[in-house]
């Protein structure tokens, strides 16, 4: 993005796996008070939160119906009424993008039902647009009056998702109505560490009297424990009051939604994959509120209680396993090897809290072992904090477990961790200069040939072209795994055109976990994409482009110019 200083106002939006919200500053507040921040609220049916769920409801038409908590009860009420048939209710669906390998602009997603779906591109898409239309409703019901084109946009995604995932919802952002010059996509444990910067030392709980972020020189591990995925990076704090990336950002799908996959994992094992199966697509609204209601049960629990209590959809169940296993719903648990962990009592089942945490377990090991592994490392032997964010964070479970692990770090968690994303991503909208410098996550490349030479090269690779020799499929470095890269850093590559008359040209860029690999087809290699620079006009002679890849920032980019005339020459990274 331009950084022009035309805009009035930044506003963040935090498009996360379970719940969804945005916050926003004016410009001048910033100047003043930089944590003068305002965050949306959404009513819920008993009291108001900071976030909504991400859930989208669309109509027969495939039009945008609801979205959030109002989504969630208008689907509730068409399940009451029975009158859902044609509709299509989406939920947490931004996972799609962290688990899907091959993403496309024309990928489909299936709704909760199953039965039907859509492009995920229009269900982004349709779900950034409202939220972006919230906020300008908002501020017009303030008589605040900013014009799309006036506020500076910043879509938060986690570190380690690939330049597909990064490029398709910056694609849905653009096509939701956000211009591409006001929209900067923002990394989510930097733009936590960036809030934390700002928050003093009694809003960083854990932190000891003297303890400042701010002190150059401080190393510490950023922890973003979000609903889908962790996401860890580590930052030491530099001279000029920036950030720079000391570790690549790593993370696994380990967020919250784990513990919910696995508590349904254990509902197959008790009553059944049939029944469970049946539940969700003979009687959905018994299933939304059995979702529904682990949520609330995860966020209200209490440690200092030995049981812990979940109310199930009793009738639904019950008669499924009556007509399934020709037995009720007590029998068969009492039949079940969990009968001496579970109780059934009403339309409630309970069970220890020492029973209930094994539902997190799994989840907590793979965050510890991660963390593990980074702080292992000998360049990281002077992080002395662990900064603790996301909405995971705040549970009691995993704040003891990474306690009692790293008991020679201090653990530090701000006031309202689930917020520290987004309020930074806010933060930095109006400077996005506040991060140095980064961690390539993986090796970019260029496939290319090169003159033959049998001491150096794999015979397969041999080809011969306009009569030479030559060796084909080398992987031409542009930048290589674990490099520290400037923000902004541009790597030069130059091109020819090969053929009379040539109205464009494409370049074959690829990724590797490999450090330095020699060849585009090994492996650990994958095609990334194949920018196409386009002429505007053509020539008889070879033509010569020079090629600036720009890297370091948190979405690769690409620029072209004609060497002969020094113009500009369109180039587009079509990652999607």
């Excluded at 602009?105 to 229009?122: C, H, N, Q, V, Y």
């Amino acid at each position: 993005m331009e950084d022009s200083r035309n805009y009035l106002m930044v506003a963040a939006i935090d498009f996360g796996t379970t719940y969804s919200g945005y916050s926003f500053s004016m410009r001048n507040e910033f100047a003043k008070d930089p944590l003068q921040i305002h965050t949306a609220m959404w009513k819920t049916r008993h009291c108001t939160s900071v976030k909504t769920p991400t859930c989208l409801l669309l109509d027969g038409k495939r039009e945008f119906v609801a979205f959030g908590y109002d989504a969630e009860n208008q689907w509730a009420e068409l399940l009451l009424e029975e009158e859902h048939a044609d509709y299509l209710y989406f939920e947490r669906f931004k996972m799609n993008l962290h688990n899907n390998k091959n993403i496309t602009s024309s990928m489909m997603l299936e709704d909760i039902t199953g039965t039907k779906r859509m492009p995920a591109f229009d269900v982004f898409k349709l779900s950034i647009n409202f939220l972006v239309t919230h906020l300008l409703d908002l501020l017009k019901t303030r008589g605040n009056i900013v014009q799309q084109d006036e506020v500076k946009w910043v879509l938060t995604v986690p570190a380690i998702w690939t330049d597909k995932a990064k490029r398709f919802m910056r694609s849905c952002a653009e096509a939701a109505g956000i211009q591409t010059k006001n929209l900067i996509v923002a990394l989510e444990p930097e733009t936590a560490s960036i809030f934390c910067q700002y928050l003093p030392t009694e809003r960083l709980n854990g932190s000891v009297p003297g303890f400042a972020m701010t002190s150059e020189g401080t190393e510490y591990m950023v922890v973003d424990l979000g609903g889908g995925t962790a996401d860890i990076t580590v930052h030491p704090k530099v001279a000029n009051g920036r950030l720079k990336e000391i570790h690549r950002a790593m993370g696994n799908d380990c967020g919250g939604t784990s513990v919910d996959r696995r508590f349904f994992k254990l509902c197959e094992q008790i009553f059944g994959e049939k029944i469970m199966k049946s539940l969700k697509e003979d009687s959905p609204l018994a299933y939304l509120d059995l979702v529904r209601e682990f949520e609330i049960v995860k966020k209200t629990l209490e440690i200092n209680k030995p049981k812990v209590t979940i109310t199930i959809p009793f009738v639904a169940l019950n008669t499924m396993c009556q007509e399934v296993h020709k037995k009720d719903l007590k029998s068969l648990l009492k039949s079940s090897t969990y009968s001496g962990e579970i109780t059934l009592t009403h339309d409630k089942i309970r069970m220890s809290l020492e029973f209930f945490k094994k539902l997190y377990t799994p989840t907590i090991n793979n965050v510890l072992t991660l963390m593990k592994e980074i702080l292992g490392k000998k360049t990281l032997k002077g992080v002395t904090h662990l900064l603790l964010v996301g909405g995971f964070s705040d549970c009691q479970f995993i704040k003891d477990a990474v306690n009692k692990e790293f008991l020679e770090k201090r653990i530090i968690i701000p006031d309202e961790a689930s917020l520290s994303v987004l309020r930074g991503a806010v933060l930095f909208g109006h400077k996005p200069e506040y991060i140095q410098s980064r961690i390539m996550r993986c090796s970019y490349g260029v496939k290319t040939n090169v003159p033959w030479d049998d001491r150096k090269y794999d015979k397969k690779h041999y080809v011969v072209m306009e009569k030479e020799k030559r060796c084909d499929n080398i992987f031409s470095l542009i930048v290589g795994k674990d490099e520290s890269v400037k923000a902004g850093m541009v790597v030069n590559k130059s091109f020819f055109t090969p053929f009379e008359h040539q109205d464009k040209m494409d370049i074959m860029v690829y990724v590797s976990e490999e450090t330095t690999p020699s060849y585009v087809d090994d492996d650990t290699c994958a095609l990334l994409c194949t920018p196409t620079i386009t002429f505007s006009d053509t020539c008889e002679d070879q033509r010569w482009v020079d090629v600036e890849f720009v890297l370091g920032n948190t979405e690769i980019d690409i620029k072209a110019h004609d060497r002969k005339s020094g113009e500009a020459i369109s180039a587009t990274f079509n990652l999607i």
